[in-house]
């Protein structure tokens, strides 16, 4: 008995310091797969810094980018663009408008365009 009521307190004390309390970071992805469901491309939107990090997975010499917006339409995209071929992670560190509550975003290849990926910022 003396232990849950001591535990309790712990739990209570951290949650009115803060500790606990933490705001929630939410992360989210797409790639671009081929018809045999290979990834060729793909992105990650990480809300803790604002950071795409972009990959071209197969050397075709084709180049690779991803459109971005605050909204699902995607209408006034922004375009950051990868070096050709570029399978390590490309980054892009942006300041995005934390008001907004919601980035989208695709990878594209020429005209191929991933399914939409989303996030909260």
């Not at 991803?66 to 209408?75: E, G």
């Not at 399978?87 to 594209?108: H, I, P, Q, W």
Request: proline fraction near 3%.
């Amino acid at each position: 008995m003396k232990v849950r009521t001591m535990m309790t307190g712990i739990a209570g004390a951290a949650l009115a310091i803060g500790i606990v309390a933490s705001p929630a970071h939410a992360d989210g992805s797409t790639r671009l797969t081929s018809r045999d469901n290979n990834n060729e491309a793909g992105v990650v939107y990480r809300s803790y810094g604002d950071i795409f990090e972009i990959w071209d997975n197969v050397p075709d010499r084709k180049a690779v980018y991803v459109k971005w917006a605050y909204n699902s339409a995607l209408n006034g995209a922004a375009t950051l663009p990868v070096p050709t071929d570029y399978s390590t992670g490309y980054t892009y560190n942006l300041e995005l408008d934390e008001a907004r509550g919601t980035v989208y975003f695709k990878v594209c290849q020429s005209s191929r365009c991933s399914d939409l990926g989303y996030s909260n910022i």
